[in-house]
């Protein structure tokens, strides 16, 4: 079969599903978390569809999947007051809770979300068409994170048990939360990228009202209970619907105290702005990045390629740390393309559940013409399209694009085309990808591919003054989960890790005195007696 009739049958019809990959079609969401409660919603509700099409006469369309609740503003502030109420200025029993009791709810809700793994996996394939491999790993990955977080909130824990004397003052200093937190994740990374802030924010005692991203919202569903089981009322509470009916109010009560957010600089900007004193925000902001893939003249190409590919095409391109333009040294572009373009052919694509498949269907509705244009101005422009049917549309589906020579002035040059298209671009002197990388409005990582340790040396100094993250003949990517994940510029706001985590969604408060005799009886007192929680020099192993 020719390349183009694969593509154009590349959608199975519903028989042709192997049954465990099969949901129960349509679903219809009612429930949302709200005080403690699942309560069920009788209005709006929008329209899931799936990334993946059913054939038909007139052409691929998308699977209907279910629906969810468009709420309006009214549920949407009864999730916040449940939020500020299980907070109650600092006052409440979650927030004055003891790490070790805390540290047992997000064990709990760790144990029950993993009884759910096969329908959240299910669910992740369905709507954002993820493949069955990077869904379960992004549910493990998860689940991993979560089991590494306790662990680094009982080091923490540990550490701040014990009093300082330092100047004449006693002082015991711990991490406090910061209120209530709105935590929204991204359609690219739904469980994980939500669950990456969420956890965080509540073990170190806040109080979270969280939106599904756009897109992978049914796969939240099955943990609903887990969360309504695991965490008292009010603690974790949702809304679901448009962003601007429901988090908008939110936003302008200023009674959100942390905006932990994963979208776009845009929208960032939009959601900090509503709020009525925007100094008494915190914001935690994953957003977007177009990092560069840097091949110098003496990269070995045997291992340079593959990471290549990885970086451009893993996730169809839809990763924010995804390779989303190579620079490449007009001396080895003859050689590079070659091998690249070969790779990019030979990646198997189709179903998310099909095994070995790298490339699927695109989730976003509209993003294949988008990407399409881009593809289309550039070859206007000049550039090639190098692998067989690259860019070629059907459905949903986007058969990936190598573009070459891209150059400015092209959307491909700067924007961040979050798919499956690989900008690329030939330079002779340093300092035209150097430059790029300044002039960029992103800050978030580069790749570099070479041999040569003193020219790598050269480029690593100032680039990481322009970027947070330098990888050497390696893809860009956020993990290990352990290392920090940050962005200049446009690209983030605050350090995540598994550990920085925690320290974003708190705040080091302490208890000090004059140290003298009288102060010291009463610390004493206040410690030996267990009187308070804050003061205390128990800690958990
Ligand atoms: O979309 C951004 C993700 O945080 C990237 O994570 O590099 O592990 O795919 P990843």
Redesign the pocket.
Known sequence: MSLLNRIRSIFPEPADIPPPFRPALPVHQTEYLVDGEIRHWSGPSQEVLSAVCAPGGAGPSPVVLGDYPLLGVAEAKAALEAACRAYDNGRGAWPTLSVAERIEHAASFARRMKERRDEVVRWLMWEIGKTLKDSEKEFD?TVDYITATLDALKEIDRVSSRFTIEGGIIGQIRRAPLGVVLCMG?Y??PL??TFTTLLPALLMGNTVVFKPAKLGVLLLRPLLDAFRESFPPGVVNTVYGDGQTVIGPLMESGKIDCLAF?GSSKVADLLKHQHPQPHRLRSVL?LG?KNAGIVLGDADLERTIPECVLGSL??NG?????LKILFVHESRMEQFLERYVAEVEALPFGMPWEAHVRITPLPVPGKPQYLANCVQEAVAGGAQVLNEAGGTVWGTYFHPAVVCPVKPGMALYTREQFGPVVPVVPFKTLDEPAGWVRESHYGQQVSLFGEDPGELARLIDPLVNQVCRVNVNSQ????PDTFP?TGRKDSAEGTLSVSDALKVFSIRTLVAAKDHAANKRILTDIVRNRRSRFLSTDYLL
């Open positions: 990955r991204p690219n990374y994980n990228e994963i994953g990045a893993s996730y839809q990763r924010c740390t995804a860009c990517q956020r993990g994940f």
